[in-house]
């Protein structure tokens, strides 16, 4: 099992253009999140699914949407990136909101 | 606000010392309690967890202490090894919410 996989690892962008970033899961996970990493700021939860067909906002939400395509992926999408949103991106799944998080290996976004 | 409060920032222990991280919260719907730990580049694993109904929680090396009168609960590390430098978040969730609220961090440098 790969577990929670994230592409891409690394991006550049300029301010203002847009990108998708890619989250799956392989182990039957119902729910499945967003969070942002900031220095010295610990983990902000950023989206969250609890379960297929459905999303709700977590802390900072603003200047992001996500898709939860099917049970495996969740995608997190910037439609026109600033560079307060300059960050490591980790997506997680879990049985369910009281089951422990596994998180992926992240994707460092600079944008310039 | 900060729902986590996470003490200290930073840490250096020598070999085979104890380590002792803090966290605070105020938010008293907490009702779950993990500790993630997070080497470079990676993404944060979940290390040892406790609900508020137990005082104390032990795995191998590492012990949860919980104090929910003063809403304290805290990671010890006995016999750090350098292999456990890394950087360690406490967190909590609410009982009505989905997702994590996480301190600030502390990096833990054990010296040989």
């Known amino acids: 099992n790969a577990g929670v996989t994230q592409t891409p690892k690394f991006q550049v962008l300029k301010t203002g253009q847009s990108m998708t970033l890619q989250c799956a899961q392989d182990m039957n996970h119902n ?27 977590g802390e900072v939400p603003n200047g992001y949407n996500v898709s939860r395509l099917n049970k495996r992926e969740f995608s997190l999408r910037l439609e026109s990136a600033a560079p307060s949103q300059t960050s490591v991106y980790f997506c997680a ?8 998080q596994f998180f992926g290996p992240g994707t460092r976004l600079t944008v310039l | 606000q900060q729902q986590v409060k996470q003490s200290p920032q930073s840490l250096i222990v020598q070999k085979g010392g104890i380590s002792i991280i803090n966290c605070a919260y105020e938010n008293t719907a907490f009702d779950y309690f993990p500790w993630y730990q997070q080497f470079p580049g990676k ?59 996480f301190g600030k961090g502390t990096h833990l440098i054990i010296q040989p």
């Open chain 2, 43 to 101: 993404g944060p694993a979940l290390l040892i967890a406790i609900r508020p109904d137990v005082s104390e929680k032990k795995e191998g090396r590492f012990t949860i202490s919980f104090n929910k009168s003063a809403k304290q609960f805290s990671l010890h590390i006995m016999d750090s090894q350098p292999g456990d430098s890394a950087t360690y978040f406490c967190a909590a969730r609410s009982g009505g919410a989905d997702g994590l609220t």
């Open chain 1, 31 to 57: 729910s499945m999140y967003w969070y942002r990493q900031d220095p010295g700021m610990g983990l902000r939860l950023i989206y969250y699914s609890a379960s297929e067909g459905t999303t709700d906002k």
């Open chain 1, 93 to 100: 799944s879990s049985e369910g909101r009281n089951n422990e």
